[in-house]
């Protein structure tokens, strides 16, 4: 089984422009959640969707936002990029939400805002 | 205020020993943990978790503790390897019906052959 791809690996930007990134799911698996990790936060989390649904959110400002295709695959949009935004971004997708869900990781767009 | 920490950043154990990995959290909410294992360039891997109806969860060479009243838990890797050196990060969450964990800043474990 293929497992969670995410595309573009590696991502160049400048302030005030937006991005788009891709992330497909494991075959099956209808929740995708999003990370950031940077060096100085960790891990932190953005937002989950669900069949379609944005399911839980953090605390992130509105110019990160996200959707889900009926395939599952998710995409994330931030628009007007600032520099503090260059950071790893992860997908995660698991089968379905709840209590001993396991979530598997794919491996990250490290995006750069110069 | 870090709602889970992970007071060292570093580890460094010999092979064959125990390593512990400790994390404390801060919201009582919390009532489902997990840890995960990273190495440079991958996304993290999912490697053992407890809900907060237990106090310990065994899985191979790795054993979690959870202690609900001093809010917290660790991981024990028994015997370490060389192929065990990797970022761990703690994970919790008070969401049954999502993924909304929060994270700790993860601790980086040397196994030394």
């Known amino acids: 089984k293929a497992g969670v791809t995410q595309t573009p690996r590696y991502l160049i930007k400048t302030r005030g422009q937006q991005v788009t990134l891709s992330c497909s799911p494991i075959?099956?698996?209808?929740?995708v959640s999003w990370y950031q990790q940077t060096p100085g936060q960790g891990l932190q989390f953005l937002f989950e969707?669900?069949?379609?649904?944005?399911?839980n959110k953090g605390n992130f400002p509105g110019r990160f936002s996200g959707r889900q295709f009926s395939n599952s695959r998710s995409e994330m949009n931030v628009s007007t990029l600032e520099l503090g935004d260059s950071a790893l971004y992860l997908c995660?997708?698991?089968?379905?939400?709840?209590?001993?869900?396991?979530?598997?990781f794919g491996p990250g767009t490290r995006l750069t805002v110069l | 205020d870090q709602q889970v920490k992970q007071n060292s950043p570093s580890l460094s154990v010999q092979e064959g020993r125990i390593s512990i990995l400790n994390c404390d959290y801060t919201n009582s909410m919390f009532d489902y943990f997990l840890w995960y294992k990273k190495y440079p360039a991958e996304g993290p891997t999912f490697l053992i978790s407890?809900?907060?109806?237990?106090d310990k969860n065994e899985d191979g060479r790795f054993t979690v503790f959870l202690n609900k009243s001093a809010k917290h838990l660790s991981l024990h890797i028994v015997p370490s390897q060389p192929g065990d050196s990797a970022v761990y990060f703690c994970a919790a969450s008070d969401d049954n019906y999502g993924q909304n964990f929060v994270f700790g800043p993860g601790t980086r474990l040397s196994v030394l052959p």
């Open positions: 995660a997708s698991s089968a379905t939400s709840g209590v001993y869900n396991e979530q598997f």
């Open positions: 969707y669900f069949s379609e649904t944005q399911r």
């Open positions: 407890i809900s907060s109806i237990k």
């Open positions: 075959s099956g698996h209808r929740s």
